[in-house]
């Protein structure tokens, strides 16, 4: 059994400023790390996933994050911010083992809120 | 190619119906995904399907059934509809339905129970 705990339920940060959501994990088997952004009244879509390879993994809109293996960590960071980035952010992981049968595993999200 | 379609958008029922929803995964796509997102406790897996077979299902009684068609097209069942089945039900799919795939989400439907 996966769980993944995102640390912050909301995260206010000025525009043009980085932002870092923290993601940490916890699971008896290996497993694939993804991060998806939710835009009020829509479906999740995809930011970036690791599955194996570097540890810096870069996705759309000009996120990335690090795979932390001895940490158990995956944390989204980007540079400088914009408004059209606020939304909800889920951290989530596959069970290698499993396959894709057991579906993604998600924290709880984390709203990221851009000031102007 | 057109995305994860879901219908209805939006649905109110009262305790006691039943409900079904439908999901319509992008063309090629054999693996379709159920999740149920509430407040509460966030996003739960529901049941995954594949080649018209469930091959997993997650933590949820069994008032909530599934099936998949030859064409991938998917619906969910929930019988009995409490209270506490009020949110949002959201599919995914995914083309080969490994653990790697990236797994594309329709808009979902947002069911209330009254």
């Known amino acids: 059994a996966q769980s993944v705990t995102q640390l912050d339920s909301q995260v206010p940060v000025f525009e043009e400023a980085p932002v870092e959501l923290r993601c940490n994990y916890s699971s008896s088997v290996s497993v694939y790390l993804f991060w998806y952004v939710q835009y009020p009244n829509q479906g999740l879509q995809l930011l970036l996933k690791y599955l194996s390879g570097s540890t810096l993994v870069k996705g759309i809109n000009g996120f990335e994050a690090e795979f932390n293996k001895s940490q158990t960590s995956f944390h989204l960071r980007k540079p400088s911010v914009h408004i059209s980035d606020t939304a909800e952010y889920f951290c989530a992981v596959s069970d290698m083992v499993g396959g894709g049968a057991d579906g993604l595993t998600f924290g709880k999200g984390t709203h990221l809120i851009i000031q102007p | 190619k057109a995305g994860v379609t879901q219908t209805p958008r939006y649905l109110i029922k009262t305790r006691g119906q039943q409900v079904t929803l439908s999901c319509s995964p992008i063309?090629?796509?054999?693996?379709v995904s159920w999740y149920q997102q509430t407040p509460g406790q966030g996003l739960q897996f529901l049941f995954e399907?594949?080649?018209?077979?469930?091959?997993n299902k997650g933590n949820f009684p069994g008032r909530f059934s599934g099936r998949q068609f030859s064409n991938s097209r998917s619906e969910m069942n929930v019988s009995t509809l409490e209270l506490g089945d009020s949110a949002l039900y959201l599919c995914?799919?995914?083309?080969?339905?490994?653990?790697?795939?990236?797994?594309?989400f329709g808009p979902g439907t947002r069911l209330t129970v009254l």
């Open positions: 063309s090629g796509h054999r693996s």
């Open positions: 995914a799919s995914s083309s080969s339905g490994s653990s790697t795939d990236t797994q594309y």
């Open positions: 399907y594949f080649s018209e077979t469930q091959r």
